[in-house]
């Protein structure tokens, strides 16, 4: 989703601050409140690493001005990131939802005014560049190796850190669950080997409801790669999934699907990685 390297500043000076326009500033402050919040829980140690690098603050401000549509999905973008980082910063009232025999896991809880959110953590055998440059340059190409996702097409691109995106994700098995389709914000945020790649539901004129697909909405989600702490070659995968598919479908078997296409999302990762050989 964006350019191969991501040019992060180690920081940013008060004269740069000065000339943000006051929707930047706010974004640029929202974040940092953020993430200090999520480097305070316990369980979080990994993101204070981070913030004592540079923070999420640090990303660099474009000099080139945005339209006032563009910047609309710059502040849409920070703020799935912000409450995503809100939302995996709370260690609390986690329920497990499936265990596989490999360690891989879902949880989820309800969230007020979000409704329940699950949360997938992996460990994959990869470098975390190895995945962020699947996940994000090679984001177009996961319908060849996903198989419950038709396509992703970046719609526009905003910046270094911001994209719009259509997905259209395939019915499931059994055809219990229709074929969806989401037009999202993305905002991708890499400091050192720690990546954050949030998204949230938007409006693009430029693609309205497709024939054949119902239009469901998502939001926050956010995937976390970050080195594991007793192997740094291979990484701690996150994803904070948010997602209401619309239509008449039982609570039951939204919960049952959505955790599942997690799992699922994690083995095909893994049998995607094991086939292409990415630079280091």
Request: proline letters at 5%; hydrophobic letters at 35%; aromatic letters at 6%.
């Amino acid at each position: 989703m964006l350019p191969a390297t991501f040019k992060l500043c180690a920081g940013i000076s008060y004269r740069h601050l000065r000339n943000m326009t006051g929707l930047q500033k706010t974004a640029v402050v929202a974040i940092n409140h953020e993430l200090k919040r999520f480097a305070g829980a316990g369980p979080s140690n990994w993101i204070s690493q981070v913030r004592r690098k540079s923070s999420l603050l640090s990303s660099r401000i474009e000099e080139k001005p945005y339209s006032e549509v563009e910047m609309s999905y710059v502040k849409q973008g920070e703020e799935a990131l912000q409450k995503s980082i809100s939302i995996l910063s709370d260690q609390d009232n986690w329920k497990t939802e499936i265990v596989a025999a490999n360690g891989d896991k879902v949880l989820s809880k309800v969230l007020p005014d979000i409704g329940k959110v699950f949360k997938l953590e992996v460990v994959l055998d990869q470098y975390p560049d190895r995945l962020y440059g699947e996940l994000v340059d090679n984001m177009e190409q996961m319908g060849d190796w996903n198989p419950n996702v038709k396509q992703v097409k970046i719609l526009q691109r905003i910046g270094q850190d911001t994209m719009v995106t259509h997905e259209m994700a395939a019915e499931t098995a059994g055809t219990i669950v229709g074929p969806r389709d989401f037009v999202s914000v993305r905002c991708a945020k890499r400091r050192g080997s720690t990546c954050f790649l949030a998204g949230m539901s938007t409006r693009y004129t430029g693609m309205p409801e497709q024939k054949g697909f119902i239009r469901a909405e998502n939001g926050p989600t956010c995937i976390v790669l970050r080195p594991n702490a007793e192997d740094p070659t291979k990484t701690k995968f996150t994803w904070l999934l948010s997602i209401d598919l619309k239509g008449w479908l039982p609570k039951t078997i939204i919960n049952q699907v959505l955790s599942q296409t997690q799992m699922d999302f994690a083995q095909h990762l893994r049998d995607r990685m094991e086939t292409i050989a990415l630079p280091c």
